[in-house]
């Protein structure tokens, strides 16, 4: 997944790295991840199967084989960050490993101080909202990983080092590697941009967003079954990450309420040009939490791991037009919004008062 940055909002973009492999030596690499139904490409229905084409058309970093993956490959020791011809600053706990270059002003490594700090501060609010965090223990002992380049460009060569493209990346703030594969869902690891660090940049914008975020496609993923005739549309994935990381208050303006009215059908994906999927989405999973509570919340996306989010909504809300009741919300929040803004606050009252 990518967090890319623009004038009002960021934007996400998924970047799902799929490992498609044989079951031969299963048993060897799906230990820690065995209770969850392992992955077998010949298997899959076709329409996962296309699905699963297109996230590698639309993306030149995917990368598709079908050799067994190494056992040890599980191991942090193989991370990019250790290699030992170019090795990374790093802090480890037993959840994450944080991989940064330290410099004389010691700025990275508070950098990633705040970044360890924040990754394990966000575990009780993805365990709550996705039904399970996703612990080392369920992924064959592997730790997550997040990488800081201090660098504007040593983003693109850090993916470049991973194996992916960097084409295309400009703009891109965040993105989380993913290996889909029968053993388990294998995160290569997360990269975050060095502009999320700066100070003057906006909340919706800076690492306080970007790494939850990540962090709730790293969760999501993980706990997708891929065997089910599920789909996880582009709402469900990016409005439950920005949900995740508290990238709140992007629907306030009729034009934007009226384009989710016209355009967001709960049951397809949301319009991709207009990156709808991420503050419309963020938008209704703020709504069903408010209106259903927290809960509810944690039941759709549980149901969204084994079914397509159309029955998904059927069974977590049965009767309900989640759709009508949504923009109705939105409407009447705009207008409660106005209502405050056209209205005088008390100081204003008193001193026309004082001015009679």
């Not at 299963?26 to 699963?52: E, M």
């Not at 993956?69 to 191991?75: Q, R, V």
């Not at 997550?144 to 960097?166: C, D, R, V, W």
């Amino acid at each position: 997944m990518m967090i890319k940055k623009n004038k009002t909002y960021s934007q996400f973009i998924v970047m799902v790295v799929i490992l498609l492999l044989s079951s031969v030596g299963v048993g060897a690499v799906y230990k820690a991840a065995r209770n969850r139904p392992p992955v077998v490409y010949d298997k899959l229905s076709p329409d996962v199967i296309a699905r699963l084409n297109k996230l590698k058309l639309l993306h030149g970093g995917s990368l598709f084989t079908d050799a067994p993956i190494d056992p040890e490959k599980w191991d942090n020791k193989y991370d990019l960050g250790q290699n030992a011809n170019d090795p990374w600053d790093k802090l480890e706990d037993s959840n994450f490993i944080i991989y940064y270059r330290n410099d004389v002003s010691g700025k990275w490594k508070n950098n990633a101080e705040l970044t360890l700090k924040l990754a394990n501060k966000s575990i009780s609010d993805l365990a709550r909202i996705f039904g399970k965090y996703i612990y080392p223990k369920d992924v064959n002992y592997r730790k997550l990983a997040i990488y800081l380049p201090p660098t504007s460009n040593g983003f693109e060569k850090t993916l470049e080092q991973m194996g992916h493209k960097p084409e295309g990346m400009s703009g891109v703030i965040g993105i989380t590697l993913t290996l889909i594969s029968p053993s388990g869902v294998y995160t290569d690891g997360i990269v975050i941009r060095s502009t999320t660090y700066d100070p003057s940049m906006s909340f919706n914008n800076s690492y306080k967003v970007t790494v939850p975020h990540e962090m709730g496609h790293y969760v999501y993923m993980s706990l997708y079954d891929f065997n089910q005739e599920a789909h996880p549309l582009n709402w469900v994935v990016e409005g439950i990450a920005d949900h995740v990381a508290s990238r709140s208050d992007q629907v306030k303006d009729a034009a934007r309420i009226e384009f989710i009215d016209r355009n967001c059908s709960l049951v397809t994906d949301f319009p991709e040009e207009t990156n709808s999927m991420y503050w419309a989405g963020e938008s209704f999973f703020r709504f069903m939490s408010d209106s259903y509570g927290r809960q509810s919340v944690t039941d759709f996306i549980k149901n969204t791991y084994k079914m397509h989010a159309s029955d998904a909504l059927e069974q977590t809300f049965t009767g309900h037009d989640m759709k009508e009741e949504w923009v109705k919300a939105l409407k009447k929040g705009a207008q409660a919004d106005e209502m405050d803004v056209n209205m005088p606050d008390e100081d204003d009252a008193l001193a026309t008062n004082d001015d009679n």
